[in-house]
């Protein structure tokens, strides 16, 4: 199933310059736009957003640097590029692509701020979905890499969130009070 739908997906690249140049973007520099959206949240309203730019970076600590690295170091997948013949539009990574630390990363920002902001974090979301597929497009993960560094990432968002909000609710510490917020 999984190289079923990879190579339903990477079948694509390599035929059109423009859908080429399109994927290593998303694939590649997405991620840079939204964590320029993260700090322009933070110059709209530092005070009230300033709790949440914390937590984005617990959870990506913990989904790209503790629990996608740890499971890497225990479940070792080579990427497509390494046993199939595919179309690699990146530069090739030697890493164990299972999970996507991209993955991880982008989606653990993506619920955080969907937590906070149901709105701008459905936009996140769809961005990080776009980037995980731009990847596999691209030819350097598996599908099933970028749907567990989902999952890495969705549920570090949440304990980041929910960490944060037991330590500092209540107890006259933190910034603020981090319920959620719509603009």
């Known amino acids: 199933m ?9 079948q694509f690249a390599n035929r059109y310059w423009w859908l080429d140049t399109a994927g290593v973007f998303l694939a590649d520099y997405l991620g840079y736009v939204l964590v320029l959206v993260l700090f322009l949240f933070l110059i709209k309203d530092s005070r009230k957003y300033w709790p949440m730019v914390f937590q984005v970076a617990g959870a990506a600590v913990l989904s790209r640097l503790v629990i996608a690295n740890v499971i890497r170091l225990l479940w070792r ?26 993955a991880s990363l982008y989606f653990a920002l993506a619920a ?10 459905i ?61």
């Not at 999984?2 to 990477?10: A, E, G, K, M, T």
């Not at 046993?83 to 630390?101: I, W």
């Not at 955080?112 to 974090?121: D, I, P, Q």
């Not at 979301?125 to 596999?136: D, H, T």
């Open 123 to 183: 936009a996140f979301l769809a961005a990080s979905f776009v980037m995980g597929l731009a990847r596999v497009f691209s030819g350097v993960h598996w599908p099933s890499d970028i749907a567990s560094g989902a999952l890495v990432g969705i549920l570090s968002g949440w304990a980041s969130v929910t960490a944060y909000r037991k330590l500092f609710s209540g107890r006259g510490r933190g910034p603020h009070n981090t319920r959620q917020t719509t603009m």
């Open 112 to 121: 955080v701020v969907y937590l906070h902001h149901r709105r701008a974090g």
């Open 77 to 102: 997948q080579p990427r497509p590029f390494v046993e199939h013949d595919v179309n690699l539009l990146l530069s090739p990574s030697s890493s164990s692509s299972f999970p996507s630390g991209h």
């Open 2 to 10: 999984d190289l079923w739908l990879f190579q339903l997906i990477n």
